[in-house]
């Protein structure tokens, strides 16, 4: 059995982990595709180390664009690299443009595709995510689900290919690296200690390519009344620089920190009092590590964490502010609703199985 990954972006290095380790253990072929499309070493390289995923065997070095240069590029290059393989799967991750163009490139080349995370939906359709994984799915020959809801949009969108609730392959990767988790070295510099901070991370387009947004965002922050620690995406120290010269002394209880690595960010979670996220995969590993989230988005594609109790959608200011200073959040161990820690696993085994007929 031959098996090309598609890969791209720091949450899917999380999600590929474990799946890359479990078809080793059934001794499958395996390509490794890096698309490019997070190239700075704080937020691809050191993922890859720590995650003990294997070098690339092919990097495509596309880099930054529009979606449509972006995605363009890739598409030539991964049908480039299927024609060369023609592997039994092709499988992505997500719903960045690196699984769209996977997903693409291995369904007009007659390869088998599988999806991983499939059948997410926010059902807002300003969200390039959104359409990728919309795409993604109606591409794909194996639809691999982490929640039961997941299975059940696919089901009321008549999706016809074969469909598998698997379990979320973050929570298996949570449950194989936290023992690992590291103190960032500028923790003990901070004096952070565990429950008497605040973690923030903020990324997309639509908080940060807006100056309004994005300085409401920061001065929410700075009025929480409790230290920040806001490790900050390229994408947004940008936009600050830009939109707000002046950040960094408007919001002096926020620290803002380069990007960490995964073992850091577990360690910075576990200990954060409360997470504030625009970022999908940051919710849910606040939900598997028992931390309340604050979800900066008006809608979110895991409904079932907001369900729980666990996740509040906020936006502005007054919102946000009544989010973090809520103590109605739930206690103890949240229900165990992305599956057991054996997605990979069932992921292997549902690839051990004849793409098409």
């Known amino acids: ?209 807006n100056p309004e947004a994005l300085i409401a965002l920061v001065d929410a922050l700075s009025a929480a009344g409790e230290p920040v620690v806001f490790p900050t995406h390229p994408r947004t120290r940008a936009r600050l620089t830009e939109f707000a010269p002046d950040f960094a002394s408007r919001a002096s209880t926020i620290y803002f920190v380069p990007p960490v690595g995964y073992l850091e960010m577990l360690w910075l979670e576990r200990n954060a009092r409360l997470i504030l996220t625009d970022s999908g995969g940051v919710q849910k590993e606040a939900y598997f590590l028992a931390r309340p989230c604050v979800t900066l988005r008006p809608e979110t594609e895991w409904v079932e964490t907001v369900q729980a109790g666990w996740n509040r959608l906020a936006r502005g200011k007054d919102e946000i502010l009544q989010a973090v200073a809520g103590d109605s959040w739930p206690t103890g161990s949240p229900p165990p609703l992305f599956g057991d820690g054996r997605a990979a696993d069932r992921i292997a085994e549902a690839l051990s199985k004849v793409p098409k007929a």
């Not at 591409?139 to 691999?144: K, N, V, Y």
Request: glycine content about 6%.
């Open 1 to 209: 059995m031959e098996i090309v990954h598609i890969v791209g972006a720091r949450p899917q290095f999380i999600k590929a982990a474990p799946v890359v380790r479990a078809l080793q253990r059934r001794g499958a072929g395996q390509l490794l595709v890096h698309t490019g499309q997070h190239y700075d070493r704080e937020m691809s390289e050191v993922f890859f180390k720590e995650l003990d995923l294997p070098e690339p065997d092919l990097n495509l070095e596309v880099g930054s664009g529009t979606h449509g240069v972006q995605t363009a590029r890739m598409l030539e290059r991964i049908e480039a690299a299927l024609l060369k393989r023609r592997p039994d799967w092709v499988v992505v991750y997500g719903d960045t443009n690196s699984t769209l163009a996977g997903a693409l490139a291995a369904c007009k080349l007659g390869l088998g595709v599988a999806h991983i995370e499939s059948g997410l939906r926010s059902y807002n359709r300003s969200m390039p995510e959104e359409h990728n994984r919309v795409l993604a799915d109606h591409c794909a020959d194996l639809l691999l689900c982490p929640t039961q809801t997941a299975v059940d949009n696919l089901r009321r969108e008549g999706v016809r290919a074969r469909i598998e609730l698997v379990g979320d392959t973050m929570y298996d990767a949570i449950l194989s690296f936290l023992p690992r988790a590291r103190k960032p070295a500028f923790a003990d510099k901070l004096k952070l200690k565990p429950q008497a901070y605040l973690l923030a991370t903020i990324h997309r387009p639509y908080n940060t390519d």
